[in-house]
């Protein structure tokens, strides 16, 4: 993982032990973690972004290097001393007035021009590209692959070097959608259909961190999603199966009395395509308040990633769950408010074997 | 004891009136040295409220999923802090501060309205308390101290598919609140233009005015332009609320945006409101303490109205994510660099003003340099921020938290602590403890640091603001404990402060009337000032009068040439 460096130097003595001691901790913060820092950057959005902080970042510490020099100059060399004599009264002096004016417009206007040359070379790319309705919800993201016709909730998945083109709705509060690798933000504002852009140039093996950053009410603090980069034919093969109805009828009879408990429990909220749904698109689901689970298996995170589905943590062995408190997807089942307080999932209690047949069926759920 | 003329020549005694009881005196006062002294320690009292609120913030992120507060309290404590500390404190302290001392810089014997002036106070007082006072009912203001719309509409009215909004009286109070703080400030603001413009001593000319008269006159501009805006605004979010019209709601006609316009329009010269008055106590504090008068006054007077001017130019450098055309945000990157010359300027000419001076480090000297050593790294992250393809990745991130907080407590509160140290013998008539005071200002130079440096880089690491909890796998854990002891670190600054303050009172060291050999006009009476402030009204020749009247052979008005 590339570090992000700061060479900013601090004020006084103690300034030096302060620095070391950040760069330190940001050592050690990288070393062997993953951190969503947006100058690890995996695409041309996110690159001329970070690349532009480091142009300030240069100018910036110029300044500071110089300004902070002089102040801590003049502190040492004109303190009081027992004969100090009484200083000169000058009130000032215009060449230098419109020296230190001139100077640092240079510098703000050089800033300045860099920030305007990016914006405008950050337009989209004229040519083909993957077109996804983002839909941001109190507290979860909803993909929708519009000319692929389907959809995913907390989980994007894009083709490797390809303009992914994202039209941002809400129709409830202002969200931002940001994946600090890839892209800056852009707000998701109810009645503005706002657009923007990335493209991802490398294959994920861990993926991205996306991020709401907009103060969106009790629950901001989770309404995360992932951002998977696949190779392009992988892009496709993962595609074609998203596209998939789910089965009728799970084989497994854990799975099977799962599903029995997702049509009498759960299917006022959440949709599976083959289940209660015909297709992505219909209309029934409009009325659906939950994200879409017909491929909830293959996902990464719950409910706006308070909690990681990983289904090697979720065994389920004879109808029981083979470590509940390993399992995401059981903290999530047994008591979603106490795990994401002021969420729109309030269900009744359900059982331990309940909640392994749901658990079983949903990992089914590829 | 009182008493009563029964005949010319025959008195008996009788009962006080209230207004001539100790606490009488200070309830139905009009003199300004009085009002200032309540503005500043009510919004003293309330620094430590948002202290308070800073801390429970802190310390519900000093570890990852933290449990200190739920996340309803979080949201409701974070909004608390930001509105408390802008409406509560700043404002409040920095009237304070410009009731108390613009009067006497500029030679006056009052306010020009006395009486407007303690009604200002007054609202200001039960403003904050019925702000506060939300959290008897568990239902603080919690959207953030900007307020988004349509978060802060009814949940019924802010969108279809909307799980909460706000349903409870949360934003009543927010938007309640804030009218009557904007009636206060209008009051105040048109106090201080009035004394200002109609009040000054004989041939104190507006160029020769103390700087922080003058930045106290720009702010007092500010106030009068921007507050309506942000009054509007809260209007209209009373009605969306109440009477069912819909100016936030994108579904029903209304913009959401329309809120963040009105906002900004007064948020972004809000800013400089919080911080000109404290450039202006700096450029007095700064002189006094290097034997030398302010360097470059004209371009530093200047650079204060052209910040003021611009600041109504630049608010929407806050919404450069909104998806603003980019021409429009060209322009406002533009502005806002433009912005940044005036305040360059201003730095300059401070370290002009120390370079080639005498410095003796008294710890107002070392406020007010550490408030140009800070300030400066506020302005720089804040030039960053006006780099729109940049500000995309760092908006809403703790960046800014970082940013703002250089700028607001590196800035203002250094200031405000200066120009504390600096008048409060003026205010009291003795001397706040110099020991002391140093232990206070290297604390808190270390706090801010240790509290505010670690943000810009959890900012880059990308964390956002405004997170009731982190997860622990993001390499957020270290800077976040450091951002917390540095948060405590100045928390123990600010008990060493009020012991200071207590020990002072009873048993400080007398001042005299000009403990600091100081320039202008406050400091030539007496310690305390006298109700009628000075016995005969002093007469101005320069810009310096009180300098002169020390410094007969080489007054200014003989040397230099305004």
């Given at each position: 993982?590339?570090?992000?460096?700061?060479?900013?130097?601090?004020?006084?003595?103690?300034?030096?032990?302060?620095?070391?001691?950040?760069?330190?901790?940001?050592?050690?913060?990288?070393?062997?973690?993953?951190?969503?820092?947006?100058?690890?950057?995996?695409?041309?959005?996110?690159?001329?972004?970070?690349?532009?902080?480091?142009?300030?970042?240069?100018?910036?510490?110029?300044?500071?290097?110089?300004?902070?020099?002089?102040?801590?100059?003049?502190?040492?060399?004109?303190?009081?001393?027992?004969?100090?004599?009484?200083?000169?009264?000058?009130?000032?002096?215009?060449?230098?007035?419109?020296?230190?004016?001139?100077?640092?417009?240079?510098?703000?206007?050089?800033?300045?021009?860099?920030?305007?040359?990016?914006?405008?070379?950050?337009?989209?790319?004229?040519?083909?590209?993957?077109?996804?309705?983002?839909?941001?919800?109190?507290?979860?993201?909803?993909?929708?692959?519009?000319?692929?016709?389907?959809?995913?909730?907390?989980?994007?998945?894009?083709?490797?070097?390809?303009?992914?083109?994202?039209?941002?709705?809400?129709?409830?509060?202002?969200?931002?959608?940001?994946?600090?690798?890839?892209?800056?933000?852009?707000?998701?504002?109810?009645?503005?259909?706002?657009?923007?852009?990335?493209?991802?140039?490398?294959?994920?093996?861990?993926?991205?961190?996306?991020?709401?950053?907009?103060?969106?009410?009790?629950?901001?603090?989770?309404?995360?999603?992932?951002?998977?980069?696949?190779?392009?034919?992988?892009?496709?093969?993962?595609?074609?199966?998203?596209?998939?109805?789910?089965?009728?009828?799970?084989?497994?009879?854990?799975?099977?009395?799962?599903?029995?408990?997702f049509t009498s429990t759960c299917q006022g909220c959440h949709?599976?395509?083959?289940?209660?749904?015909?297709?992505?698109?219909?209309?029934?689901?409009?009325?659906?308040?939950?994200?879409?689970?017909?491929?909830?298996?293959?996902?990464?995170?719950?409910?706006?990633?308070?909690?990681?589905?990983?289904?090697?943590?979720?065994?389920?062995?004879?109808?029981?769950?083979?470590?509940?408190?390993?399992?995401?997807?059981?903290?999530?089942?047994?008591?979603?408010?106490?795990?994401?307080?002021?969420?729109?999932?309030?269900?009744?209690?359900?059982?331990?074997?309940?909640?392994?047949?749901?658990?079983?069926?949903?990992?089914?759920l590829k | 004891m009182a008493t009563r003329t029964v005949v010319?020549?025959?008195?008996?005694?009788?009962?006080?009136?209230?207004?001539?009881?100790?606490?009488?005196?200070?309830?139905?006062?009009?003199?300004?040295?009085?009002?200032?002294?309540?503005?500043?320690?009510?919004?003293?009292?309330?620094?430590?409220?948002?202290?308070?609120?800073?801390?429970?913030?802190?310390?519900?992120?000093?570890?990852?999923?933290?449990?200190?507060?739920?996340?309803?309290?979080?949201?409701?404590?974070?909004?608390?802090?930001?509105?408390?500390?802008?409406?509560?404190?700043?404002?409040?302290?920095?009237?304070?501060?410009?009731?108390?001392?613009?009067?006497?810089?500029?030679?006056?014997?009052?306010?020009?309205?006395?009486?407007?002036?303690?009604?200002?106070?007054?609202?200001?007082?039960?403003?904050?308390?019925?702000?506060?006072?939300?959290?008897?009912?568990?239902?603080?203001?919690?959207?953030?101290?900007?307020?988004?719309?349509?978060?802060?509409?009814?949940?019924?009215?802010?969108?279809?598919?909307?799980?909460?909004?706000?349903?409870?009286?949360?934003?009543?109070?927010?938007?309640?609140?804030?009218?009557?703080?904007?009636?206060?400030?209008?009051?105040?603001?048109?106090?201080?233009?009035?004394?200002?413009?109609?009040?000054?001593?004989?041939?104190?000319?507006?160029?020769?005015?103390?700087?922080?008269?003058?930045?106290?006159?720009?702010?007092?501009?500010?106030?009068?332009?921007?507050?309506?805006?942000?009054?509007?605004?809260?209007?209209?979010?009373?009605?969306?609320?109440?009477?069912?019209?819909?100016?936030?709601?994108?579904?029903?006609?209304?913009?959401?945006?329309?809120?963040?316009?009105?906002?900004?329009?007064?948020?972004?010269?809000?800013?400089?409101?919080?911080?000109?008055?404290?450039?202006?106590?700096?450029?007095?504090?700064?002189?006094?303490?290097?034997?030398?008068?302010?360097?470059?006054?004209?371009?530093?007077?200047?650079?204060?109205?052209?910040?003021?001017?611009?600041?109504?130019?630049?608010?929407?450098?806050?919404?450069?994510?909104?998806?603003?055309?980019?021409?429009?945000?060209?322009?406002?990157?533009?502005?806002?660099?433009?912005?940044?010359?005036?305040?360059?300027?201003?730095?300059?000419?401070?370290?002009?003003?120390?370079?080639?001076?005498?410095?003796?480090?008294?710890?107002?000297?070392?406020?007010?340099?550490?408030?140009?050593?800070?300030?400066?790294?506020?302005?720089?992250?804040?030039?960053?921020?006006?780099?729109?393809?940049?500000?995309?990745?760092?908006?809403?991130?703790?960046?800014?938290?970082?940013?703002?907080?250089?700028?607001?407590?590196?800035?203002?509160?250094?200031?405000?602590?200066?120009?504390?140290?600096?008048?409060?013998?003026?205010?009291?008539?003795?001397?706040?403890?110099?020991?002391?005071?140093?232990?206070?200002?290297?604390?808190?130079?270390?706090?801010?640091?240790?509290?505010?440096?670690?943000?810009?880089?959890?900012?880059?690491?990308?964390?956002?603001?405004?997170?009731?909890?982190?997860?622990?796998?993001?390499?957020?854990?270290?800077?976040?404990?450091?951002?917390?002891?540095?948060?405590?670190?100045?928390?123990?600054?600010?008990?060493?402060?009020?012991?200071?303050?207590?020990?002072?009172?009873?048993?400080?060291?007398?001042?005299?009337?000009?403990?600091?050999?100081?320039?202008?006009?406050?400091?030539?009476?007496?310690?305390?000032?006298?109700?009628?402030?000075?016995?005969?009204?002093?007469?101005?020749?320069?810009?310096?009068?009180?300098?002169?009247?020390?410094?007969?052979?080489?007054?200014?008005?003989?040397?230099?040439?305004?």
């Open positions: 993982m590339r570090m992000p460096l700061f060479r900013e130097m601090k004020p006084k003595r103690w300034g030096l032990a302060l620095s070391a001691l950040v760069l330190l901790s940001l050592f050690l913060a990288s070393c062997d973690q993953y951190t969503p820092s947006i100058l690890d950057t995996h695409g041309p959005v996110a690159s001329r972004e970070a690349g532009l902080f480091w142009f300030t970042l240069v100018v910036a510490t110029i300044v500071f290097v110089a300004v902070e020099g002089v102040l801590i100059y003049s502190i040492i060399r004109f303190r009081e001393r027992p004969n100090s004599p009484t200083p000169k009264q000058i009130h000032g002096n215009n060449t230098v007035e419109i020296i230190w004016t001139v100077a640092p417009s240079l510098f703000l206007f050089a800033v300045l021009i860099g920030t305007i040359y990016t914006m405008f070379g950050l337009a989209q790319p004229a040519g083909p590209n993957v077109e996804v309705k983002v839909v941001g919800h109190q507290w979860w993201w909803e993909f929708d692959y519009v000319h692929e016709n389907f959809k995913t909730a907390d989980e994007l998945v894009v083709p490797q070097g390809t303009t992914i083109q994202l039209d941002l709705v809400s129709n409830n509060v202002i969200h931002s959608f940001w994946i600090p690798q890839l892209t800056g933000k852009t707000d998701v504002i109810p009645g503005h259909n706002n657009r923007m852009w990335f493209q991802a140039d490398n294959v994920t093996t861990t993926p991205y961190r996306g991020e709401c950053a907009e103060f969106c009410g009790i629950q901001h603090a989770h309404m995360d999603f992932s951002v998977t980069v696949l190779p392009k034919d992988g892009y496709q093969t993962w595609v074609s199966s998203q596209q998939q109805a789910a089965a009728t009828q799970p084989t497994d009879p854990t799975a099977l009395a799962g599903q029995k408990i949709g599976i395509v083959g289940v209660n749904l015909q297709n992505f698109n219909d209309p029934k689901s409009q009325g659906l308040i939950g994200p879409n689970l017909t491929h909830f298996g293959s996902r990464h995170l719950i409910a706006g990633g308070v909690l990681t589905w990983d289904p090697s943590t979720c065994q389920v062995v004879n109808g029981k769950l083979v470590n509940e408190n390993s399992c995401g997807l059981y903290q999530w089942l047994h008591d979603p408010q106490g795990v994401k307080p002021g969420n729109d999932m309030v269900i009744g209690q359900l059982t331990d074997t309940q909640i392994a047949q749901l658990v079983a069926y949903l990992e089914s | 010319e020549g025959v008195t008996i005694a009788r009962r006080k009136r209230f207004s001539e009881t100790y606490f009488g005196e200070w309830v139905m006062t009009t003199d300004h040295k009085k009002l200032g002294i309540m503005y500043m320690a009510t919004a003293f009292f309330f620094f430590l409220v948002g202290g308070m609120e800073a801390l429970l913030v802190r310390t519900q992120l000093a570890v990852p999923d933290g449990k200190v507060l739920s996340p309803e309290e979080y949201n409701q404590v974070f909004t608390m802090h930001g509105t408390t500390m802008i409406f509560l404190f700043v404002m409040p302290m920095l009237v304070g501060f410009g009731n108390y001392v613009v009067p006497l810089m500029i030679g006056a014997r009052d306010m020009a309205f006395p009486r407007l002036n303690a009604f200002g106070y007054w609202v200001v007082l039960f403003g904050g308390f019925f702000l506060s006072s939300s959290f008897l009912f568990g239902q603080a203001p919690n959207a953030g101290w900007f307020s988004y719309a349509p978060l802060t509409e009814l949940t019924s009215a802010c969108g279809a598919n909307a799980v909460i909004c706000t349903p409870g009286l949360n934003m009543d109070f927010w938007a309640l609140g804030i009218l009557m703080l904007g009636i206060s400030s209008i009051a105040g603001s048109l106090n201080f233009v009035v004394t200002i413009l109609k009040l000054r001593a004989p041939g104190m000319t507006i160029n020769r005015m103390p700087l922080f008269v003058w930045m106290t006159l720009v702010t007092a501009f500010l106030l009068l332009f921007a507050i309506p805006s942000v009054t509007a605004a809260s209007l209209l979010l009373l009605l969306d609320r109440h009477l069912g019209t819909h100016f936030f709601q994108a579904g029903a006609g209304g913009d959401p945006l329309l809120w963040q316009h009105l906002f900004w329009s007064f948020g972004h010269p809000e800013v400089y409101i919080l911080i000109l008055p404290a450039f202006g106590m700096i450029s007095e504090i700064l002189p006094v303490f290097s034997r030398k008068p302010l360097f470059g006054y004209t371009f530093v007077a200047w650079s204060g109205v052209a910040i003021g001017f611009l600041s109504f130019t630049v608010w929407a450098h806050h919404m450069f994510a909104v998806g603003l055309p980019p021409v429009a945000q060209a322009f406002f990157a533009t502005s806002t660099t433009l912005i940044a010359i005036p305040t360059a300027v201003k730095i300059f000419n401070w370290v002009g003003t120390v370079w080639g001076g005498k410095l003796n480090l008294k710890v107002p000297m070392l406020f007010a340099l550490g408030f140009v050593a800070m300030f400066l790294i506020g302005g720089l992250n804040g030039v960053a921020l006006a780099v729109v393809p940049f500000d995309y990745q760092v908006t809403d991130s703790y960046f800014v938290v970082s940013h703002l907080h250089y700028v607001l407590f590196g800035g203002t509160v250094f200031g405000i602590f200066a120009g504390i140290f600096y008048w409060f013998p003026k205010m009291t008539g003795k001397l706040l403890n110099e020991r002391l005071g140093q232990i206070q200002f290297w604390l808190m130079l270390i706090g801010v640091n240790l509290t505010f440096f670690p943000m810009h880089i959890l900012g880059i690491l990308g964390m956002p603001r405004r997170i009731y909890t982190y997860p622990d796998n993001l390499g957020w854990n270290e800077l976040n404990l450091l951002a917390t002891i540095g948060a405590f670190i100045i928390a123990i600054a600010i008990l060493i402060f009020l012991w200071n303050f207590i020990i002072t009172l009873r048993s400080g060291q007398p001042a005299g009337d000009d403990p600091w050999d100081a320039f202008t006009l406050e400091w030539d009476t007496t310690s305390p000032p006298k109700p009628y402030n000075f016995l005969v009204l002093p007469v101005v020749r320069s810009r310096r009068p009180f300098y002169d009247k020390k410094n007969p052979e080489t007054a200014d008005w003989k040397t230099a040439t305004h």
